[in-house]
């Protein structure tokens, strides 16, 4: 009989987690994500939706922008129930669509606060870190890759990844946190 077992992005039974220095890189397979976007006459959805550039935290849904009009929202324990399902009862009338199995979230602390975490994110990403304090969220690449970068506190940070390329942004992210530690 087939085995059908669930498998985490990077492809083991349980999450991916590594320690550098003060970093700590961890693979979050648990939270869902869907995308929200309002149609044109539709009522506004009952959680607050975050301006561009940043993030919101509302009864432990988490949106960040994207575009015009449009969302990601992540929803923690809930990779394996119908995310958008949950979500589209919030936003009755919006266009709403399941993301959770397209898209990889690791999650990155410091013990060290605020300074290796912008050491890192120097080494990463192309920003203005005067400008990306915590409730800040970007699109931006890291290495070759597409990502969604999330200032989630001075010391934390999300990063969501392409899950079809979840081994190579693994990799740029541990090289990084390596050659800091």
């Known amino acids: 009989m087939t085995d059908l077992s669930p498998l985490c992005a990077l492809g083991a ?10 970093l700590t890189l961890a693979e979050t ?10 149609r044109t006459g539709t009522p506004p959805p009952s959680l607050p939706l975050p301006e561009p550039g940043r993030w919101h935290e509302t009864d ?19 990779a394996e129930v119908d995310a958008a399902a949950m979500l589209g009862e919030r936003a009755p009338g919006a266009s709403v669509t399941e993301q959770t199995d397209g898209w990889v979230l690791f999650e990155i602390s410091s013990t060290g606060g605020a300074e290796p975490i912008e050491r890192f994110l120097e080494r990463a990403v192309n920003l203005d870190l005067t400008r990306f304090a915590p409730g800040h969220a970007t699109r931006s690449t890291i290495e070759h890759l597409g990502t969604y970068v999330l ?7 999300g990063i969501w990844g392409m899950r079809s390329a979840a081994e190579s942004l693994w990799h740029a992210l541990e090289t990084i946190a390596g050659r800091q530690g």
């Open 29 to 38: 397979p648990d939270c869902g994500l869907a995308s929200l976007a309002l």
């Open 13 to 22: 039974t349980a999450p991916r987690r590594v320690t550098h220095g003060a």
């Open 151 to 157: 200032r989630r506190a001075e010391d934390r940070l």
């Open 60 to 78: 432990g849904l988490t949106a960040f922008w994207t575009g015009p009009g449009q969302w990601l929202v992540e929803m923690p324990g809930c």
